[in-house]
């Protein structure tokens, strides 16, 4: 009796053991493993995706609140990898991705909205490298982009949709740079330009479609500055050398005339809102007479006097309302003489003394009220000798010695009742030792 007990109570046993052994991996899978969601604020299903140990494995999905499917990811070790697919609210297809690691990796495509390719990027370690195809939606190719470490670099083509040439352009690190080309669609050349750094440079060639030329354009730094016009007969029609471009929404943008390829003339610059922006006179090239600026609230910001191209005179700077806040004079392109500054009810600021471009002698600054502010002495640009401070009611609140533009000597500080506040000593610029003072007199510990 007792073996059959001990025989059945092993048997249980066993079976207790296969049945928690069989259990127990599907138990530790479903931890290791689940699928996690997230959603709208109006309980719409937002996201997706399997999960193992808190990073996302395989299959990953977004979507639209309307239910729509958006996005589909498949990841390994919570990185891209394989084929992403995204697509627009009426569940057409509009981007393929190809992920390896995390990364971008080989062809793309992107689709129009009806369905067809629009465009084949590729990718190495993440970066557009190579020819990028663009179609049309009839299949034909529409443009070969060649990039190099993500920028458009060398030849790139765009075509008719019949497949000839339409433009040829050469670039450098993204910028136009070299000859470019378009085409009429039998193939005969419409268009002749040259870039330097992604502005037009030198002659631009425009063609009539026999081949002839209409108009030859000279382009400095981007700047037309003269047109030759031909007629059907290949006959000289007339020479411009003055000019209007205009903002995209055909606001004009400035106005400016040249004479044997130097400007010459009125110039005139406008802000898009149609104020005017600068107004300059040029002579062979260069300023002549006074040159305005102005904000763009329509109130004159500066007015420089130029002569030969150098200023010359009592040049004024005013603020965006119009009042005066500076004065400068002018010899030879150089400040020279008093500046002044000044304070919008146009009392004076401030008064330097120049003299070949620099600061030297006295220079004063003052309050709103008259009182001086401060006064020190430059010498060769920078400050030399003594510099005071006054508080508003003319007392003296700090005084220093400066060397070559440096403090050296004596640095002291006073409180508005009289006291001193706080005395220096300094070497070449640097502190050497310090005392200071409550507003009684009283030394405080350092």
Request: proline content about 2%.
């Amino acid at each position: 009796m007792k073996t059959s007990n001990i025989i059945k109570f092993s048997i249980y046993h066993l079976l207790i053991c296969l049945i928690f052994a069989a259990f127990y991996p599907v138990s530790a899978q479903e931890k290791e493993y689940d699928i996690k969601k997230t959603y709208y604020p109006s309980g719409k299903l937002k996201t997706e995706g399997a999960y193992h140990y808190d990073k996302r494995e395989g299959t990953y999905r977004e979507y639209y609140e309307s239910g729509q499917l958006w996005k589909l990811w498949y990841f390994h070790d919570d990185k891209e990898d394989g084929t992403s697919q995204w697509y627009l609210e009426n569940g057409r297809l509009t981007m393929e991705w190809n992920y390896s690691n995390g990364k971008l990796e080989g062809p793309s495509k992107w689709y129009y909205e009806t369905g067809e390719v629009w465009a084949e990027p590729n990718y190495i370690n993440n970066i557009q490298e190579g020819i990028t195809k663009t179609y049309y939606k009839s299949g034909n190719v529409m443009g070969l982009w060649n990039y190099h470490n993500g920028i458009l670099n060398g030849l790139s083509r765009t075509f008719f949709d019949g497949g000839s040439v339409e433009v040829e352009k050469y670039y450098v690190d993204g910028k136009l740079e070299g000859p470019s080309r378009t085409y009429f669609e039998n193939g005969k050349v419409a268009l002749e330009a040259n870039y330097k750094n992604d502005k037009l440079e030198g002659t631009s060639k425009l063609f009539y479609i026999d081949g002839s030329v209409k108009v030859i354009d000279t382009y400095e730094n981007g700047q037309i500055i003269k047109r030759v016009r031909y007629g059907i007969d290949n006959k000289f029609a007339k020479v411009e050398e003055s000019f209007k471009d205009y903002y995209d929404d055909g606001i004009l943008k400035s106005e400016i005339s040249f004479k044997d390829g130097k400007k010459n003339g009125p110039e005139k610059n406008y802000y898009n809102s149609g104020y005017i922006k600068t107004d300059f006179n040029y002579v062979n090239g260069n300023p002549e007479g006074v040159c305005k600026t102005y904000h763009d609230s329509g109130y004159v910001k500066t007015v420089t006097p130029y002569e030969s191209g150098l200023k010359k005179g009592t040049a004024y700077e005013y603020d965006s309302l119009g009042r005066e806040i500076a004065e400068t004079n002018y010899y030879k392109d150089v400040i020279q003489g008093i500046a002044k500054t000044f304070y919008p009810d146009g009392s004076l600021k401030s008064e330097t003394n120049f003299s070949d471009g620099k600061p030297e002698g006295k220079a004063r600054g003052f309050y709103q009220n008259g009182k001086l502010a401060y006064e020190e002495d430059y010498r060769n640009g920078v400050t030399d000798g003594v510099k005071t401070w006054y508080f508003p009611n003319g007392e003296v609140s700090q005084y220093a010695y400066y060397r070559n533009g440096q403090i050296d000597g004596a640095y002291v500080s006073y409180y508005q009742n009289g006291f001193v506040k706080s005395e220096a000593r300094y070497e070449n610029g640097k502190l050497l030792s310090e005392r200071v003072y409550d507003e009684k007199g009283r030394a405080l510990k350092n």
